[in-house]
Protein backbone atom coordinates (compact mmCIF):
# COMPACT_ATOMS: atom_id res chain seq x y z
CA UNK A 1 0.00 0.00 0.00
CA UNK A 2 1.03 3.50 -0.66
CA UNK A 3 1.71 5.86 2.41
CA UNK A 4 2.11 9.06 2.30
CA UNK A 5 3.31 10.51 6.20
CA UNK A 6 2.90 14.28 6.99
CA UNK A 7 5.22 15.05 9.49
CA UNK A 8 2.77 17.20 11.71
CA UNK A 9 -0.98 16.26 12.72
CA UNK A 10 -1.20 19.89 14.55
CA UNK A 11 0.70 22.58 14.50
CA UNK A 12 0.24 26.30 16.28
CA UNK A 13 2.44 29.23 14.91
CA UNK A 14 2.15 32.75 15.56
CA UNK A 15 1.64 34.93 13.11
CA UNK A 16 5.08 36.34 11.16
CA UNK A 17 6.64 32.73 11.98
CA UNK A 18 7.75 30.53 9.16
CA UNK A 19 6.35 27.06 8.57
CA UNK A 20 7.64 24.25 7.37
CA UNK A 21 5.14 21.43 5.98
CA UNK A 22 6.85 17.72 5.81
CA UNK A 23 5.72 15.60 3.53
CA UNK A 24 7.27 11.91 2.50
CA UNK A 25 5.88 8.95 0.33
CA UNK A 26 7.04 5.71 -0.15
CA UNK A 27 6.09 4.23 -3.18
CA UNK A 28 8.63 5.75 -5.52
CA UNK A 29 5.72 8.42 -6.97
CA UNK A 30 6.99 11.31 -9.54
CA UNK A 31 4.15 13.66 -9.24
CA UNK A 32 3.35 15.15 -5.18
CA UNK A 33 0.73 17.93 -4.27
CA UNK A 34 -0.30 20.11 -1.65
CA UNK A 35 -3.83 20.91 -0.56
CA UNK A 36 -5.80 23.06 1.24
CA UNK A 37 -8.85 21.96 2.50
CA UNK A 38 -11.19 25.12 4.48
CA UNK A 39 -15.35 24.20 5.34
CA UNK A 40 -16.98 25.41 2.02
CA UNK A 41 -14.39 25.51 0.06
CA UNK A 42 -13.52 22.62 -0.71
CA UNK A 43 -9.63 21.22 -1.70
CA UNK A 44 -7.74 23.60 -3.37
CA UNK A 45 -4.61 22.79 -5.27
CA UNK A 46 -1.17 25.00 -3.72
CA UNK A 47 1.32 23.57 -5.68
CA UNK A 48 2.27 20.20 -7.16
CA UNK A 49 5.69 18.67 -8.34
CA UNK A 50 6.05 16.31 -11.46
CA UNK A 51 9.65 15.56 -10.42
CA UNK A 52 12.97 16.43 -8.14
CA UNK A 53 13.25 20.34 -8.19
CA UNK A 54 10.73 20.83 -10.32
CA UNK A 55 7.52 22.63 -9.06
CA UNK A 56 4.14 24.09 -10.70
CA UNK A 57 1.67 26.50 -9.00
CA UNK A 58 -1.71 25.57 -8.63
CA UNK A 59 -4.63 27.68 -7.95
CA UNK A 60 -3.77 29.23 -4.67
CA UNK A 61 0.21 29.80 -4.58
CA UNK A 62 0.48 33.47 -2.47
CA UNK A 63 1.79 33.19 0.24
CA UNK A 64 3.38 30.00 -0.14
CA UNK A 65 6.67 28.17 -1.56
CA UNK A 66 7.82 24.42 -1.76
CA UNK A 67 10.53 22.24 -1.89
CA UNK A 68 11.85 18.64 -3.24
CA UNK A 69 15.28 18.30 -3.46
CA UNK A 70 14.62 14.52 -3.16
CA UNK A 71 11.57 12.77 -4.93
CA UNK A 72 10.17 11.37 -1.69
CA UNK A 73 9.99 14.34 0.46
CA UNK A 74 7.90 17.46 -0.91
CA UNK A 75 8.27 20.34 1.65
CA UNK A 76 5.39 23.18 1.84
CA UNK A 77 6.76 26.71 3.19
CA UNK A 78 5.00 29.30 4.59
CA UNK A 79 7.61 32.04 4.48
CA UNK A 80 5.23 34.29 7.24
CA UNK A 81 2.42 32.89 8.50
CA UNK A 82 -0.38 34.73 8.51
CA UNK A 83 -4.33 33.94 10.19
CA UNK A 84 -5.68 33.45 6.92
CA UNK A 85 -3.70 30.57 6.37
CA UNK A 86 -5.14 28.59 9.69
CA UNK A 87 -6.53 25.55 7.61
CA UNK A 88 -5.90 22.03 7.12
CA UNK A 89 -3.00 21.00 5.12
CA UNK A 90 -2.87 17.58 2.71
CA UNK A 91 -0.11 16.23 0.86
CA UNK A 92 -0.73 13.87 -1.91
CA UNK A 93 1.42 11.70 -4.43
CA UNK A 94 0.51 9.96 -7.37
CA UNK A 95 2.21 7.93 -9.95
CA UNK A 96 0.48 8.14 -13.26
CA UNK A 97 -2.85 8.87 -14.83
CA UNK A 98 -3.74 5.13 -14.74
CA UNK A 99 -3.29 5.30 -10.54
CA UNK A 100 -5.08 7.15 -7.96
CA UNK A 101 -3.92 10.25 -5.90
CA UNK A 102 -3.25 8.83 -2.25
CA UNK A 103 -3.51 11.69 0.59
CA UNK A 104 -1.66 11.87 3.82
CA UNK A 105 -3.35 12.20 7.30
CA UNK A 106 -3.51 15.66 7.52
CA UNK A 107 -2.07 18.39 9.17
CA UNK A 108 -3.97 21.17 11.07
CA UNK A 109 -2.42 24.66 11.20
CA UNK A 110 -3.84 26.87 13.68
CA UNK A 111 -1.69 30.70 13.04
CA UNK A 112 -2.64 32.78 16.20
CA UNK B 1 -12.76 26.71 -14.86
CA UNK B 2 -13.52 23.34 -15.00
CA UNK B 3 -16.12 22.99 -12.38
CA UNK B 4 -17.71 19.66 -10.17
CA UNK B 5 -21.11 19.67 -9.01
CA UNK B 6 -21.52 17.45 -6.18
CA UNK B 7 -24.72 16.42 -4.60
CA UNK B 8 -26.35 15.75 -2.02
CA UNK B 9 -24.31 17.91 0.04
CA UNK B 10 -25.09 16.27 2.87
CA UNK B 11 -27.80 13.47 3.74
CA UNK B 12 -29.50 12.04 6.84
CA UNK B 13 -30.31 8.05 6.85
CA UNK B 14 -31.46 5.65 8.81
CA UNK B 15 -28.92 2.69 9.05
CA UNK B 16 -30.02 0.35 6.29
CA UNK B 17 -31.04 2.28 3.95
CA UNK B 18 -28.75 2.66 0.45
CA UNK B 19 -27.77 5.93 -0.36
CA UNK B 20 -26.51 7.62 -3.71
CA UNK B 21 -24.70 10.65 -4.36
CA UNK B 22 -23.56 11.78 -8.24
CA UNK B 23 -20.84 14.26 -9.22
CA UNK B 24 -21.65 16.15 -13.02
CA UNK B 25 -19.87 18.70 -14.84
CA UNK B 26 -19.98 19.98 -18.82
CA UNK B 27 -17.06 19.08 -18.93
CA UNK B 28 -15.03 15.39 -20.22
CA UNK B 29 -12.70 13.54 -17.54
CA UNK B 30 -10.65 10.56 -17.66
CA UNK B 31 -10.53 9.42 -14.80
CA UNK B 32 -12.91 9.91 -11.59
CA UNK B 33 -11.81 8.80 -8.46
CA UNK B 34 -14.18 8.52 -4.93
CA UNK B 35 -13.08 9.49 -1.82
CA UNK B 36 -13.96 9.11 1.86
CA UNK B 37 -12.50 11.65 5.01
CA UNK B 38 -13.29 10.77 8.49
CA UNK B 39 -12.99 14.00 10.77
CA UNK B 40 -9.27 15.04 11.27
CA UNK B 41 -8.37 12.60 8.56
CA UNK B 42 -7.14 12.51 5.43
CA UNK B 43 -9.65 11.21 2.41
CA UNK B 44 -8.80 7.52 1.96
CA UNK B 45 -9.20 6.19 -1.86
CA UNK B 46 -12.29 4.42 -1.97
CA UNK B 47 -13.12 3.42 -5.58
CA UNK B 48 -10.63 4.51 -8.79
CA UNK B 49 -12.38 4.52 -12.41
CA UNK B 50 -10.59 5.05 -15.69
CA UNK B 51 -12.95 4.00 -18.58
CA UNK B 52 -16.31 5.54 -19.67
CA UNK B 53 -19.15 3.12 -18.72
CA UNK B 54 -16.62 1.28 -16.00
CA UNK B 55 -18.53 0.36 -12.80
CA UNK B 56 -16.38 -1.22 -10.11
CA UNK B 57 -17.88 -2.59 -6.52
CA UNK B 58 -15.87 -2.49 -3.25
CA UNK B 59 -17.66 -3.97 -0.86
CA UNK B 60 -20.94 -2.89 -0.27
CA UNK B 61 -19.68 0.67 -2.37
CA UNK B 62 -20.55 0.63 -6.30
CA UNK B 63 -19.38 3.70 -8.47
CA UNK B 64 -19.69 3.99 -11.96
CA UNK B 65 -18.20 6.28 -14.33
CA UNK B 66 -20.51 8.13 -16.89
CA UNK B 67 -20.67 6.90 -20.55
CA UNK B 68 -20.50 11.01 -21.23
CA UNK B 69 -17.34 10.75 -19.71
CA UNK B 70 -19.20 14.16 -17.72
CA UNK B 71 -20.83 12.17 -14.47
CA UNK B 72 -19.88 9.65 -11.80
CA UNK B 73 -22.20 8.27 -8.84
CA UNK B 74 -21.20 6.12 -5.96
CA UNK B 75 -23.90 4.24 -4.49
CA UNK B 76 -23.59 2.93 -0.58
CA UNK B 77 -26.02 -0.62 -0.11
CA UNK B 78 -27.49 -1.46 3.54
CA UNK B 79 -25.40 1.78 4.96
CA UNK B 80 -24.11 1.50 8.90
CA UNK B 81 -22.97 3.74 11.06
CA UNK B 82 -19.48 4.00 9.94
CA UNK B 83 -20.74 4.90 6.89
CA UNK B 84 -20.49 8.61 8.41
CA UNK B 85 -18.15 11.17 6.82
CA UNK B 86 -17.61 13.09 4.04
CA UNK B 87 -16.91 11.57 0.54
CA UNK B 88 -15.28 13.15 -2.39
CA UNK B 89 -15.56 12.88 -5.67
CA UNK B 90 -12.61 13.86 -7.86
CA UNK B 91 -12.06 14.06 -11.77
CA UNK B 92 -9.37 14.11 -13.62
CA UNK B 93 -9.20 16.01 -17.33
CA UNK B 94 -6.23 16.80 -19.70
CA UNK B 95 -2.66 16.50 -19.53
CA UNK B 96 -1.68 17.73 -16.78
CA UNK B 97 -1.05 16.15 -13.17
CA UNK B 98 -2.33 19.81 -11.92
CA UNK B 99 -5.75 18.96 -14.28
CA UNK B 100 -7.78 17.13 -11.07
CA UNK B 101 -10.64 18.86 -9.47
CA UNK B 102 -12.50 17.79 -6.32
CA UNK B 103 -16.37 17.97 -5.91
CA UNK B 104 -17.13 19.84 -2.72
CA UNK B 105 -18.27 16.61 -0.52
CA UNK B 106 -21.32 14.75 0.68
CA UNK B 107 -21.50 14.79 4.50
CA UNK B 108 -23.31 11.59 5.25
CA UNK B 109 -25.39 11.16 8.77
CA UNK B 110 -26.36 7.85 9.53
CA UNK B 111 -28.74 7.77 12.47
CA UNK B 112 -28.14 4.08 14.43
Known amino acids: DVKVTQSSRYLVKRTGEKVFLECVQD?????MFWYRQDPGLGLRLIYF???????EKGDIPEGYSVSREKKERFSLILESASTNQTSMYLC???????????FGNGTRLTVT | GQQLNQSPQSMFIQEGEDVSMNCTSS?????WLWYKQDPGEGPVLLIALYKAGELTSNGRLTAQFGITRKDSFLNISASIPSDVGIYFCAGLYGGSQGNLIFGKGTKLSVKP
Open chain 1, 49 to 55: SYDVKMK
Open chain 1, 92 to 102: ASWDSYNSPLH
Open chain 2, 27 to 31: SIFNT
Open chain 1, 27 to 31: MDHEN
